[in-house]
T-cell receptor, first 114, second 116 residues
Framework: AQTVTQSQPEMSVQEAETVTLSCTYD???????LFWYKQPPSRQMILVIR??????QNATENRFSVNFQKAAKSFSLKISDSQLGDAAMYFC???????????FGPGTRLSVLP | GAGVSQSPSNKVTEKGKDVELRCDPI?????LYWYRQSLGQGLEFLIY????????KSGLPSDRFSAERTGGSVSTLTIQRTQQEDSAVYLC??????????????FGQGTRLTVV
């Protein structure tokens, strides 16, 4: 069974600074995908970034990048040049194989200080 | 529509009543998921539909909860004899599910259920 753990219930960052959100996961599959989702107060879950487990290169989307450590089963999210609009709940998630369920971590609430 | 649509956005019901929550997935998406999110908490998996396969109901918390998906498209989550602990936001998501290249799950805006 998949499990996803986020050990930081809350984090804060100064505007324009960099912050890293932690995530660890466990899976018995060799084919799996990892995701970071953002949930602002509007409730709408928005995909931030995704990583295929078979790819060694860390995914990057503009100011967002991941540090994927496959052996350690770690998948952290780095947000550079933080903006006020980045304030939200961030959820790490995994999905095994084809057409399998998504499992989410408990989330990290990120505050951005002006 | 372009995205996942859920209705109603908000529902207030009396304890003991039945409620139905609706989800319209993105056209062509074969996988559909229901999650429950209690206040300030993470997402709790409820049920998962994939094409014509039998649904994965392993997350349903009790036999008061059921879901169906008609014609591989619209899904309805039904909660019978609602209890106060059922109060939460119910999120629906859909994805391509199978095929080459895994895509992410696209979420609706959820239904906030309040049981009074």
């Amino acid at each position: 069974a998949q499990t996803v753990t986020q050990s930081q219930p809350e984090m804060s960052v100064q505007e324009a600074e960099t912050v890293t959100l932690s995530c660890t996961y466990d899976t018995s599959e060799s084919d799996y995908y990892l995701f970071w989702y953002k949930q602002p107060p509007s409730r709408q879950m928005i995909l931030v970034i995704r990583q295929e487990a078979y790819k060694q290169q860390n995914a990057t989307e503009n100011r967002f990048s991941v540090n994927f450590q496959k052996a350690a089963k770690s998948f952290s999210l780095k947000i550079s040049d933080s903006q006020l609009g980045d304030a939200a709940m961030y959820f790490c998630a995994s999905s095994e194989g084809y057409g399998q369920n998504f499992v989410f971590g408990p989330g990290t609430r990120l505050s951005v200080l002006p | 529509g372009a995205g996942v649509s859920q209705s109603p956005s908000n529902k207030v019901t009396e304890k003991g009543k039945d409620v139905e929550l609706r989800c319209d997935p993105i056209s062509g998406h074969t996988a559909l998921y229901w999650y429950r999110q209690s206040l300030g908490q993470g997402l709790e998996f409820l049920i998962y539909f994939q094409g014509n396969s039998a649904p994965d109901k392993s997350g349903l918390p009790s036999d008061r909860f059921s879901a169906e998906r008609t014609g591989g498209s619209v899904s309805t989550l039904t909660i019978q004899r609602t209890q106060q602990e059922d109060s939460a936001v119910y999120l629906c998501a859909s994805s391509r599910g199978t095929g080459t290249g895994r895509t992410e799950a696209f979420f609706g805006q959820g239904t906030r259920l309040t049981v009074v």
